[in-house]
T-cell receptor, first 114, second 114 residues
Framework: EAGVAQSPRYKIIEKRQSVAFWCNPI?????LYWYQQILGQGPKLLIQ????????DSQLPKDRFSAERLKGVDSTLKIQPAKLEDSAVYLC????????????FGPGTRLTVT | AQSVAQPEDQVNVAEGNPLTVKCTYS??????LFWYVQYPNRGLQFLLK??????LVKGSYGFEAEFNKSQTSFHLKKPSALVSDSALYFC????????????FGGGTRVLVKP
């Protein structure tokens, strides 16, 4: 079974630029999550999708971050404009459904904002 | 609100010795508890979970964890550590009342020396 795929693996941008990350969850997984992991901290949930609908985006900085999962499969996370404090690893995870206990994580995208 | 604390930033242990990584939690309802491991430049990998039942749960790679409700703890253990166990370990809690949202601790780096 293929795992969660993410791209790019690394990205370096200057502040005020925009960036987008892509995630392809495990086939058949209805629930998709985006986490932000700042160096030295645990992952923090940014947004959770159930199919193509948003379940929880309470910790998403909506003035600069946006995410979509239009067809209920792949998802993109965008930052516009980026700030220095956005430097982090962005992890995508998926689970079979909202009630599933296990989330499967992708390798992450390491973002550096200079 | 749910929270997780991992009081040790780093744990050093000699190969072959027992390994313990501490975790305490706070949740309003019944906790679902998880341990994940993160190797360099890789996503989080699921190790084990406590949902209900036996307080001692066994997981991948010889790890186990003991749920202690009175102490609100879920410490990760391995009887005999390997050098390959050196990684970053995260404890996480899920409150059923908060959907499938996982709250992670800050992580504990484990260094196993030969």
């Amino acid at each position: 079974e293929a795992g969660v795929a993410q791209s790019p693996r690394y990205k370096i941008i200057e502040k005020r630029q925009s960036v987008a990350f892509w995630c392809n969850p495990i086939s058949g997984h209805a629930t998709l999550y985006w986490y932000q992991q700042i160096l030295g901290q645990g992952p923090k949930l940014l947004i959770q999708f159930q199919n193509n609908g948003v379940v929880d985006d309470s910790q998403l900085p909506k003035d600069r971050f946006s995410a979509e999962r239009l067809k209920g499969v792949d998802s993109t996370l965008k930052i516009q404009p980026a700030k220095l404090e956005d430097s982090a690893v962005y992890l995508c995870a998926s689970s079979l459904d909202r009630g599933s206990h296990e989330q499967y994580f992708g390798p992450g995208t390491r973002l550096t904002v200079t | 609100a749910q929270s997780v604390a991992q009081p040790e930033d780093q744990v050093n242990v000699a190969e072959g010795n027992p390994l313990t990584v501490k975790c305490t939690y706070s949740v309003s309802g019944n906790p679902y508890l998880f341990w994940y491991v993160q190797y360099p430049n890789r996503g989080l990998q699921f190790l084990l979970k406590y949902i209900t039942g036996d307080n001692l749960v066994k997981g991948s790679y010889g790890f186990e964890a003991e749920f202690n409700k009175s102490q609100t703890s879920f410490h990760l253990k391995k009887p005999s550590a390997l050098v390959s166990d050196s990684a970053l370990y995260f404890c996480a809690v899920r409150d059923n009342a908060a959907g499938n949202k996982l709250t992670f601790g800050g992580g504990t780096r484990v260094l196993v020396k030969p």
